[in-house]
């Protein structure tokens, strides 16, 4: 196994640069250091390592097969081996992410065309604005601002002019444009794009929350899972208050309408901000939060929180050779294990965690790491059927080719994989692809003095 990791490293990193004399010395001092007596100096200088990158990756891999042949370096083993994924894994993470282009402009009264042509110019990105006036003015005033906010800006304002993103360029829609309250962190926009809020009393205290929604969209040089994470640190209201915080809808009232609950307790709500929804270009499903304690008179408010978008690294094809068996196979994190149930009609597809994993997570991470375009049965005279891989229910988990049958419980998540064609055929195979590992960008973001509605 070590062979093999230091096989790969050395594949990946085949282009690394050289080191200067200085910095060769300066690497091989901090290498001895993997072995040092002091716990504090080991981990310094493995971190040290890791700073200084692939020109590293070379000494370390020596210094591993070195160490793989005396047993008293068993430490500088491993911790080389640890410092090399690490500098594999930053290699990998460069080319999937990267800061985008900022854009600085000062026009006023120009036409949209110019805006446009200035903007792909410092950008790269390509617009089309045949849908809208193109010698409408534009006025705008900006110094390295993300390409979000500028074109929001453009927009702000507009009952003709919108747009949405379309492969790697922007669409100029004859539209209305919403003034979603929005965050621009680097490539990313958080929107908040539903907003109300409720005010309750039992006639003896009088209690305000917030359901609100918040999206996220990308510039479309970037290729994230379409699974997204945003979190809420922090909800302060005008009045100084800190608000309690609670991912998802209020338990208490599901039907987000006029209510009555508990006797005497009465709902009143007021007029949601904007619609829900998002304009297009957003790729994942809205996340719902709750926010209570809202202050008496308390008219804006302030979020701050943290995105988390991840970035496939290694797509592994997980191959299933014996489907009329139960087969099993480790991707990444996890453990996935195939089971025929129902005279080779039927299978399930177990997601466990593999042993001595500690990383991988539930349903969301699983639905977020797999190709849902990538499954492909193959049957008994090599033709390729491909399936269609979706998820069902987060307790349960099979796979059904060519029919149904009974469900099995199984430990995380429910998929099925349908081929209709393989109704008269003998299947051989099963293979989809699953992300192995993923580089996690996370990014802060905030929102200051939105009005309430």
């Not at 990946?12 to 091989?28: C, N, S, V, W, Y």
């Not at 193959?378 to 049958?405: C, F, P, R, S, W």
Request: proline share 5%.
């Amino acid at each position: 196994m070590n062979r093999i990791l230091l096989a790969l490293s050395l594949t990946a990193l085949a282009a690394a640069p050289a080191a200067t004399p200085q910095d060769e010395a300066k690497i091989k001092e901090l290498i001895q250091k993997l072995d040092d007596d002091a716990f504090e100096i080991r981990e310094q200088a493995e971190k040290d390592l890791v700073a200084i990158g692939e020109a590293a990756a070379p000494f370390l891999k020596k210094a591993a097969e070195e160490a793989e042949q005396r047993k008293d370096r068993g430490e500088m083993r491993v911790r080389a081996l640890s410092a090399l994924r690490a500098i594999e894994f930053a290699v990998k993470a460069k080319k999937v992410y990267s800061e985008p282009a900022l854009v600085t402009l000062d026009l006023k009264d120009s036409y949209l065309t110019r805006v446009l042509e200035e903007i792909t110019k410092q950008t790269g990105v390509r617009f089309n604005a045949s849908d809208v006036d193109p010698r409408g003015a534009v006025s705008i005033d900006v110094k390295d601002q993300p390409l979000f906010k500028v074109l929001d800006e453009i927009c702000r304002g507009q009952e003709e002019r919108t747009y949405e993103w379309r492969d790697e360029s922007v669409k100029f829609l004859k539209d209305r444009h919403v003034p979603y309250p929005s965050a621009y962190p680097g490539p990313f926009r958080i929107r908040i794009v539903r907003l109300k809020q409720e005010r309750s009393t039992d006639f003896k205290s009088k209690n305000a929350q917030l359901q609100l929604s918040l999206d996220a969209s990308w510039q479309k040089y970037l290729n994230p899972a379409k699974r997204f994470e945003i979190e809420i640190k922090k909800a302060t209201d005008d009045k100084g208050g800190t608000l309690e915080v609670r991912k998802g809808e209020d338990p208490d009232d599901p039907n987000g309408l006029l209510a009555a609950a508990g006797g005497a307790r009465i709902v009143m709500r007021r007029a949601v901000m904007v619609a829900g929804g998002f304009a297009g270009d957003a790729p994942g499903q809205p996340q719902p939060f709750t926010l209570k304690g809202l202050g008496a008179g308390a008219v804006r408010l302030t979020i701050e929180g943290v995105a988390k978008f991840s970035f496939p690294l290694d797509k592994t094809d997980v191959v299933f050779e014996k489907p009329g068996a139960s087969e099993t196979r480790e991707a990444g994190d996890y453990s996935i294990a195939l089971k025929n149930i129902a005279a080779g009609r039927i299978w399930s597809l177990s997601f466990g965690r593999a042993a001595g994993k500690t990383e991988g997570g539930g349903v969301e991470d699983i639905d977020g790491r797999l190709d849902k375009e990538s499954a492909v049965a193959t049957d008994e005279d090599g033709g390729e059927h491909k399936g269609i891989l979706y998820l069902t229910n987060a307790t349960m988990n099979q796979i059904v080719v060519g029919g149904g049958g009974a469900r099995e419980p199984l430990p995380l998540a429910t998929y099925q994989i349908q081929s209709p064609a393989l109704r008269n055929k003998t299947l051989k195979e099963i293979r989809f692809k699953f992300m192995g590992r993923a580089f996690v960008k996370t990014v802060p973001f905030k929102f200051e003095n939105v009005e309430l509605p």
